[in-house]
């Protein structure tokens, strides 16, 4: 297998384009939003929060209902506030970064694969960016020797797009010039897991 990122392949519904082979790197930011429904229940929160503090008077009433619904909306901000960004040389997934060069195979997961790779395929090694509101997501290997974390799985509502930005800028940093999966790379993992939604050994609530 030559070059550090040597192809992007599918899982069997969705065939992967591949990326351009040079030139400058497609350029990625991508940011897991929550959907609106989960906006409706933070209003939710407040309303309910206002219900239960009724029979302590309007001014407790109208005190639960804005403080339910601000810290239910801040919490629902800040999970999808995540991002995913292939930058400098470098993914960088929620707080974790690695270099394009440690990177390996990216497959890409339709919702059925990826249900299978965040549960019953899971390895607990793997680093796993999750949001279960995500259906799809990219499996990226990573060939780093001195890195114990298998691969990378990343929520995305673009896999496609994320693998030929992936695959683009391994080209753009020279990965693609006879560089083996296997050897070392000299960059290696470093961030923390961003666990949310699904399940499996490496799964957060």
């Keep these: ?13 969705q065939p992967a384009p591949r990326g351009a082979s040079g030139g400058a790197p497609q350029p990625y930011d991508e940011r897991l939003t929550v959907p609106r429904s989960w906006w409706v229940m933070a209003v939710g929160t407040g309303v309910a929060m206002a219900i239960i503090l009724f ?3 309007p001014l407790a009433m109208l005190a639960g209902l804005a403080g339910g619904g601000v810290l239910a909306m ?11 960004r292939v930058v400098a040389g470098s993914l960088v997934a929620g707080k974790a970064r690695i270099p394009v060069t440690a ?34 997501a990219l499996k990226v290997e990573v060939t780093d020797p001195q ?3 298998p691969y990378l799985y990343l929520s995305t509502r673009s896999p496609k797009r994320l693998a030929q930005a992936l ?8 990965g693609g010039t006879g560089r083996t999966a ?24």
Excluded: C, H
């Design 74 to 84: 801040t919490a629902v901000s800040s999970y999808g506030s995540v991002r995913i």
């Design 182 to 205: 296997g050897e070392e790379t000299g960059g290696g993992f470093s961030g923390e897991r961003e666990t949310g939604g699904g399940a499996g050994p490496a799964a957060g609530a």
């Design 103 to 136: 990177l390996g195979e990216a497959v890409v997961l339709d919702e059925a694969e990826a249900s299978a790779w965040r549960s019953y395929k899971a390895d607990q090694r793997a680093f796993m960016l999750l949001r279960s509101y995500v259906p799809t």
């Design 55 to 57: 029979p302590f008077g």
């Design 147 to 149: 890195d114990p974390t």
């Design 1 to 13: 297998m030559s070059g550090a990122l040597p192809g992007v392949s599918s899982g069997p519904s």
């Design 167 to 174: 695959q683009a800028a391994v080209a753009a940093a020279g």
